[in-house]
């Protein structure tokens, strides 16, 4: 699903890479943690998947795709198979939950018909029954983030890329937004989530990549946050 | 492609920046029509020249008893002698239209001039033979010929004076001619701020919508999509500005153009087909503008 060629990225202005000579693969229905102290190269990683940034050597694959090749106007064609949550939630302040998850497949040009099935269906999947008119600043921290994951799911996408997105939240409404994400991997949907939350990684026991100043220093299927130290 | 969904961001757009959308719309009007005002007063001085073309260009004045011009103080009145070789002279040069020679008697001169200035003082004191005959000509090609043919017959027996009426449009032509071009310069230069503003107003626009810009690009709108408000907006606002000036053109030409025309009252009239092509090409210019502007402003602040 996601395989990474001895990709290399180096910033402009900047001498040390932020990732140096990666090389993985995520299969098809993983759900992958990724670790690792601040700048050590999620983000990067995160956006090369997006292509929001182009590597400077190796080859990226996503979906089957060869991000090399793909053509400009084809990258939001990308972006359609791969959901993403982020920290900050990133809703629109002026829009209830229902209008912020249309949102997504109102700018993609699907249907209303369509909409109006599938919403409200991704709404109850990550618990928000009962709250689909309300407004971001109505609801809880935790509450945000379920909206952010209903709205990078709604299209089905083949992979989800969350990044750090229990870091605004407390621990005990971490668990609920764990179980959003569990749920959301066991449609078959690969799950990459970048994080710092030991506590969050040990309790899943899933595959653990940890990067340490650009560089893969532990891939271990269950594996937990701090056993390399 | 949901129009619903465009036009509603486009809605929201134009009312965010609601005060740079009326400074762009006022803008884009005045220099609309001043484009349109210059292009009227092109097409005004087009139809005067071609009016003028058509008719009398110039009138060959012949001596009567009294003229007391150098040339006719000596000889006396016109003889019919000199008449014929005026008229062979004149044709001779070849540059008289076809059937642009006439000759107008002191008798049928007499009674124009008493149609013209019927109930005027000065008719009581004119006598008959005061009035001279002439020969009215219409040339080929007025502005290389009419010198040609002034020269020919000037100062020649019997010629008291050649008025040439292409000398005297001409100066009626500089002053149509300077101010169209005023009038069209400072259309360029209120274009160049329509430019400018249009970007800006995108600019800012782009800038308030920028957490919308950056969730569509991130679920995978494409490019177009992302831009079509943008663009629409631009592309709104323009014709706003296009409706504004084309009001203030259909006044331009009702009140001042043809309130001209009673100085001037020859067929000489702005049709409204001309007013209406005016508009077109203002149209045009307005959306292509707007339009152009927006895009190539957003290529900057919406990459992907």
């Known amino acids: ?58 080859r990226i ?15 939001p064609h990308l972006r359609r198979r791969i959901g993403c949550v982020f920290q900050d939630f990133r809703l629109l302040p002026n829009k209830n939950v229902y209008q912020n998850i249309a949102f997504a497949l109102e700018v993609i040009g699907k249907p209303r018909r369509f909409i ?29 983030q379920r909206v952010a994951m209903a709205r990078a799911f709604v299209n089905r996408p083949m992979i989800l890329l969350a990044d750090e997105p229990t870091g605004n939240i407390d621990p005990a409404t971490s668990i609920g937004i764990m179980k959003v994400l569990d749920r959301i991997n066991r449609t078959g949907t690969t799950v990459v989530m970048a994080t710092h939350d030991a506590a969050i990684v040990d309790s899943m026991r899933k595959r653990v990549i940890e990067l340490e100043y650009g560089k893969v220093v532990r891939d271990q299927s269950r594996g937990v946050y701090g056993q390399a130290y | 492609m949901r129009a619903q969904f465009v036009f509603s961001e486009v809605w ?20 609309l029509s001043l484009l349109g005002t210059g292009l009227l007063f092109v097409k005004q001085v087009d139809n005067t020249r071609s009016f003028w073309q058509s008719r009398v260009q110039i009138s060959v004045y012949l001596c009567t008893n009294n003229d007391l011009g150098s040339n006719c103080a000596k000889n006396g009145a016109v003889t019919d002698a000199e008449i014929a070789s005026i008229k062979n002279d004149l044709l001779a040069t070849h540059d008289v239209a076809a059937g642009g020679l006439h000759f107008e008697s002191q008798a049928e001169a007499w009674k124009q001039f008493q149609q013209e200035e019927a109930g005027q003082p000065i008719l009581k004191y004119t006598q008959p033979d005061q009035i ?31 008025v040439d009426n292409s000398s005297i449009l001409n100066n009626f032509y ?111 210019t307005g959306l292509l503008i707007c339009g152009s502007t927006s895009f190539l402003t957003l290529r900057r602040y919406l990459r992907v």
Do not use: C
């Open chain 2, 12 to 31: 929201i757009g134009l009312r965010r920046n609601l005060t740079m959308t009326i400074a762009l719309i006022v803008v884009v009007a005045i220099s």
């Open chain 2, 132 to 162: 001279p005959s002439s020969f009215e000509v219409r040339l080929k090609n007025t502005e290389q010929d009419a010198a040609v043919v002034s020269q020919t017959v000037e100062g020649a027996p019997g010629v008291s004076q050649v």
């Open chain 1, 116 to 144: 109006r099935k599938v919403v409200p269906e991704v709404i109850d999947l990550v618990g928000l029954e009962g709250k689909r008119d309300r407004m971001p600043d109505e609801l809880s921290g935790g509450e945000q």
């Open chain 2, 174 to 284: 500089k002053l149509l001619d300077g101010a169209r071009n005023a009038v069209v310069i400072i259309a360029a230069f209120l274009l160049v701020a329509a430019i400018l503003l249009v970007a800006n107003t995108i600019r800012l626009s782009a800038f308030n919508r920028r957490r919308e810009t950056s969730i569509m690009r991130l679920v995978g709108a494409s490019n177009f999509y992302v831009q079509l408000p943008f663009l629409v907006e631009g592309m709104i606002a323009g014709l706003f500005g296009w409706l504004v000036a084309t009001g203030l053109l259909i006044l331009v030409k009702s009140i001042w153009l043809n309130g001209l025309h009673q100085y001037f009252p020859y067929g000489i009239q702005l049709s409204t087909a001309d007013l209406i092509e005016v508009i077109i090409v203002a149209m045009i």
């Open chain 1, 61 to 75: 694959h996503v979906a089957g795709k060869d991000l090399a090749r793909l053509t400009n106007w084809k990258v």
């Open chain 1, 1 to 58: 699903m996601i395989h990474f060629d001895n990709v290399t990225k180096t910033y402009a202005n900047q001498g040390r890479p932020a990732l140096e000579n990666v090389n993985l693969d995520v299969e098809k229905g993983e759900f992958v943690f990724l670790v690792g102290p601040s700048g050590s190269g999620k983000s990067t990683f995160l956006r090369l998947v997006l292509k929001e940034e182009r590597p400077t050597t190796g």
